[in-house]
């Protein structure tokens, strides 16, 4: 289909408000999913980042990286083990999560920010002492091995890249509260973690969903916005269940610790960054 120039220029006045709102503000975008695996959607996502970041939107790439973890352990041998969700991290599976998300992947997104014309800056979350953490053990000791709860964030060195025009690209490791130790982090988290110590004004959780739904086998039941006070209802109700729990929670907690709103969004749809940002429709389910 051609777009009539009438018609471009239609459009990007219509995004004028929203560009108006957002620039000079910080938005943490969590990578991850379907859209980090399609190398077609991964284009799209990185031209969404650098054309925010040439409008003057400060954005902040948290990435994961489970598939390509997944791959390497099966390649040398080593069986991947998962508790509760969490991907059980013995110390062989610690060095393949360094090695993979610090290395492969964090780097691999940054030379693909660079050749879109942006200007990627990869870290680790141990560089600067970006995340500190504890070993993560549930109430129940459910123990999850070398996976670690953030307790402590120093975003300097994010500001000061931000500062200087800048997209940092960070991997979801933390150093221990002891020099000898490292964690695996899940990334939906750390993303959440930064996004408050940043004082961002969204947090996007890109997925493989299209958002919170009322009926999980129906999109038309798609919930668009919600008030992080209307939580608890959906949880005794039975809607809130499962691998959307995490998420969800990630979202409440930033919204009330500041940060003004947070979206979960489908990452399978091409450029939903763009259209959740720049545009009157939105996508995904939006919690304030």
């Not at 996502?45 to 990435?63: A, E, F, P, R, S």
């Not at 709860?149 to 300097?156: C, M, Q």
């Amino acid at each position: 289909m051609t777009i009539m120039p009438e018609e471009r220029a239609k459009i990007l006045v219509e995004a004028l408000p929203y560009i108006q709102e957002y620039t000079g503000q910080i938005i943490v975008v969590k990578y991850g999913g379907n859209a980090m695996t399609s190398e077609e959607l991964k284009q799209d996502v990185i031209k969404d980042i650098v054309l925010l970041n040439m409008l003057g939107i400060h954005v902040v790439l948290v990435h994961g990286g489970g598939p390509e973890i997944s791959a390497m352990l099966k390649k040398i041998g080593h069986e991947s083990k998962f508790i509760n969700g969490l991907r059980y991290t013995d110390q062989v599976t610690m060095d393949i999560v360094q090695q993979i998300l610090c290395g492969k992947v964090n780097k691999n997104l940054v030379s693909l920010l660079d050749k879109a014309g942006g200007h990627g800056v990869g870290l680790g979350g141990m560089d600067g002492g970006l995340f500190r953490a504890v070993k993560k053990v549930d109430p129940d000791g459910t123990d999850y091995g070398q996976v670690g709860d953030i307790v402590e964030v120093h975003p300097e060195i994010v500001t000061d890249l931000l500062a200087k025009g800048y997209i940092p690209v960070v991997s979801s490791v933390a150093a221990g509260m002891n020099d000898d130790e490292n964690f695996n982090i899940n990334a939906d988290t750390a993303a959440e973690k930064l996004a408050v110590a940043l004082h961002a004004k969204k947090l996007i959780l890109l997925t493989d969903v299209k958002g919170l739904l009322r009926d999980p086998k129906d999109d038309s039941t798609l919930i668009p916005e919600l008030k992080v006070s209307q939580v608890p209802a959906l949880i005794t109700q039975g809607i809130l269940s499962g691998g959307m729990i995490p998420k969800v929670d990630c979202c409440v907690e930033a919204v009330r610790q500041g940060v003004e709103r947070a979206n979960i969004q489908d990452g399978r749809v091409p450029h939903s960054i763009l259209i959740e940002l720049l545009s009157s429709e939105g996508v995904g389910t939006m919690f304030s």
